[in-house]
């Protein structure tokens, strides 16, 4: 879509890492517009909501365990076809098959600690967002550069 948006996280070795920035700079650079941003130490229901799908793989409880070992950076990012967009931005879900060029092709190794997550589906990032962000914490706001991006 024109305006869809997605939810994108940097998991906790992302922050730990001092990656935030270096991940942000991309979805800026790139012509999106930040919706949502925060630092949140999501707790194990929200998590296995969030993993709901995954709930009956083999590396659900360590994924659950990973991600909420410390702080994450969750976010919500708008933008012509964004969804899709930040998915080829990330690189594939197994960092060892992920191209140079994309995040987890440039700043990880293991599946396990993969840095980051971006919604897989327009459905989906709507689910996620609401999963995440109250209303009030999403903003509504004219970026002055839309006009040449
Ligand atoms: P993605 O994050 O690319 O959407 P997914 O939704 O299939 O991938 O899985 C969610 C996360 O679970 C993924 O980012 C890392 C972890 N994961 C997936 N497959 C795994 C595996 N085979 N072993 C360990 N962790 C895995
Ligand atoms: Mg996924």
Not at 27 to 51: M, W
Not at 61 to 76: E, F, H, R
Not at 122 to 141: D, N, T
Request: proline residues 3%; glycine residues 10%; hydrophobic residues 40%.
């Amino acid at each position: 879509g024109a305006n869809e948006c997605t939810f994108i996280a940097v998991k906790p070795d992302g922050v730990q890492r001092k990656l935030v920035g270096e991940i942000v700079r991309r979805f800026e650079r790139r012509g999106f517009k930040l919706v949502g941003l925060k630092l949140v130490k999501a707790s194990e229901n929200l998590l296995r909501e969030h993993y709901w799908d995954l709930r009956t793989k083999p590396f659900f409880s360590g994924l659950i365990m990973y991600m909420s070992s410390g702080p994450v950076i969750a976010m919500v990012w708008q933008g012509s076809d964004v969804v899709k967009t930040v998915r080829k931005m990330l690189g594939e879900t197994n960092p060892a098959d992920s191209l140079p060029g994309t995040i987890r092709g440039d700043y990880c190794v293991e599946v396990g600690r993969n840095v980051i997550h971006g919604s897989d589906s327009v459905e989906s990032a709507q689910k996620e967002i609401a999963l995440w962000f109250g209303q009030s914490e999403l903003q509504r706001w004219e970026q002055s550069s839309s006009r040449w991006i």
